[in-house]
């Protein structure tokens, strides 16, 4: 422990010559140095054991701020008992130790600065020859250099590694959002098709709940043309391709085979066999016109008309406002299935159009060579609803189609 009047007690430091003596300047200078460097180390050990005094003291301070009414004061006097008083006769009262180490803290601190000075005023300029002073000042220009330069580069390492961090999150998010992205995609599943006609609807099983239904009705028609491409290899019969029902009238419009029964086309429940055969499981391009003059009809497989005929509901116009169901038979307007009659197989680009398409036209849509969307009912996904299983996949091309054939 420091004793009270410890600020009292001044460092002795050794005389330092002055130039004008009587000895040679560099024995002189020599002296001078190896002095400075005696009265260093001494100063050097005397900071450090006042170092150890402060820490020393602010242990104890820590503890007596630490301690707590009686219980404080008795793990105090525990420890003081244990081990070596080295505080003398401290008093008890918290408060009068903490000023009691404050103004040792005081006391220690003002002999610190004035080893300071008194430092300063031996290694002064003035007491050093001109030549150490140069030489001084080069050795700190040189560390001031020196530091700046490390601490530029650390500057540049920091702006460096910013950088790359930065763009090294770029690179990861503009990753991640590709994937996103891609994901989304592939959600979508059967949505996904590369313009709104390119989709078919399959129907797989034969059952009285799959179905697809066009969300656009008909207007009262005088004349029609409907064309699709549709593959199917079911038997007995293909069953119903697509029915249109009025509220009066279940078979106002329908294509179907049933049973070991040809393809037969019905107007107001009037019948008429078409010469069609497209149940060997490969697409086909069907197409079908008909006039309410002289109720004539005419059908057409892959481009090539095989049959026509007449007097098919004569003079009777179709009804507007009905139900378009594709793959299902009506009984009753957009309902009343029957499994037997359901189609099966898939089908694409089912159009219809208000007028009689010419044999030219019909010939090129079957062929690939034109894109014709009917002007009543086009083949778009929005327009098509399917239900109990149905789906909607993206469709091979016509060129792919073709080669089914």
Known sequence: ????????????????????????????????????????????????????????????????????????????????????????????????????????????KDRLESLEHQLRANVSYAALPGDLREMLQRRLGDLERQLLSKVAELEDEKSLLHNETSAHRQKTETALNALLERVSELEKGNSAFKSPDEFKVSLPLRTNYLYGKIKKTLPELYAFT????LRSSASPGIGTPFSYAVPGQANEIVLIEWGNNPIELLINDKVAQLPLFISDGKWHHICITWTTRDGMWE????????????????????????????GQEQDTVGGRFDATQAFVGEMSQFNIWDRVLKAEDIMNIANCSINMPGNIIPWVDNNVDVFGGATKWPVETCEERLLDL
């Open 1 to 108: 422990s420091l004793p009270l009047d410890a600020a009292g007690a001044g460092c002795p430091l050794p005389p330092v010559p002055m130039q004008g003596g009587a000895l040679p300047p560099e024995e002189e200078l020599k002296a001078t140095v190896l002095q400075l460097r005696e009265t260093v180390l001494q100063q050097k050990e005397t900071i450090g054991s006042q170092r150890e005094a402060i820490r020393e003291l602010t242990g104890k301070l820590s503890r007596c701020e630490g301690a707590d009414g009686k219980s404080a004061a008795g793990a105090w006097k525990n420890e003081v008992g244990k081990g070596k008083d080295t505080m003398g006769d401290l008093p008890r009262d918290p408060a009068q130790v903490i000023d009691q180490l404050s103004r040792t803290m005081q006391t220690l």
């Open 226 to 229: 409907v064309c699709l491409w």
């Open 299 to 326: 059908a057409f497989q892959d481009g090539e008309k095989l049959g026509t005929g007449e007097n098919l509901a004569p003079w009777h116009p179709i009804k507007p406002g009905g139900v378009l169901i594709l």
